[in-house]
T-cell receptor
Framework: GQNIDQPTEMTATEGAIVQINCTYQTSGFNGLFWYQQHAGEAPTFLSYNVLDGLEEKGRFSSFLSRSKGYSYLLLKELQMKDSASYLCAVRHTGRRALTFGSGTRLQVQP | GAVVSQHPSWVICKSGTSVKIECRSLDFQATTMFWYRQFPKQSLMLMATSNEGSKATYEQGVEKDKFLINHASLTLSTLTVTSAHPEDSSFYIC???????????FGPGTRLTVL
């Protein structure tokens, strides 16, 4: 089965850096995804990791360690519009569907 | 990027009626579509996987006779909530993938309220 854990809520200051952690347990790992979701809207894709290491895309970076079952999403130069829920999702070997964590609600303050 | 639409964006219905939600991939052919449900302040829960031309695969605990899924073409999947009850009120989101992309492309969601 799959078990995905991430913090429920985080608060950060505009212009700062925040790291959102995600740990997972799965019998067959085939990729980890990060999505951003604003209230009442559908998730939007942020990043995808399947190999160990850091993937950078503008202000957003995502890191994966498969041996530790660990990933983080790093947001730099925080903006007020970054206030949203961030969902960690794992794809299991042999399945194309994703299993989502409960999400981390990030509040960016002035 | 790939665009997925859903219709309607919101619907209010009386208890006992049926509601159909459409999910369309607008600029690509979706070999597989997924239906998720999201309750307030909770994450997305997969309900079923829909493959074009075959029966949907339902997750454990999801009643296939209550949540009817039809994937008639490579660009359209429909979810029908039959005999809806207030506990079915939720945010229903579909997503689609192709053979060329790793990420799922999500529709904008449909908010269902059953009175």
């Amino acid at each position: 089965g799959q078990n995905i854990d991430q913090p429920t809520e985080m608060t950060a200051t505009e212009g700062a850096i925040v790291q959102i952690n995600c740990t997972y347990q799965t019998s067959g790992f085939n990729g980890l995804f990060w999505y951003q979701q604003h209230a009442g809207e559908a998730p939007t894709f942020l990043s995808y990791n399947v190999l160990d290491g850091l993937e950078e895309k503008g202000r957003f970076s995502s890191f994966l360690s498969r041996s530790k079952g660990y990933s983080y999403l790093l947001l730099k130069e925080l903006q007020m519009k970054d206030s949203a829920s961030y969902l960690c999702a794992v794809r299991h070997t042999g399945r194309r569907a994703l299993t989502f964590g409960s999400g981390t609600r990030l509040q960016v303050q002035p | 990027g790939a665009v997925v639409s859903q219709h309607p964006s919101w619907v209010i219905c009386k208890s006992g009626t049926s509601v159909k939600i459409e999910c369309r991939s607008l600029d690509f052919q979706a070999t597989t579509m997924f239906w998720y449900r999201q309750f307030p302040k909770q994450s997305l829960m997969l309900m079923a996987t829909s493959n074009e031309g075959s029966k949907a695969t339902y997750e454990q605990g999801v009643e296939k006779d209550k949540f009817l899924i039809n994937h008639a073409s490579l660009t359209l999947s429909t979810l029908t909530v039959t005999s809806a009850h207030p506990e079915d009120s939720s945010f229903y989101i579909c997503s689609a993938i192709t053979g060329y992309h790793n990420e799922q492309f999500f529709g904008p969601g449909t908010r269902l309220t059953v009175l």
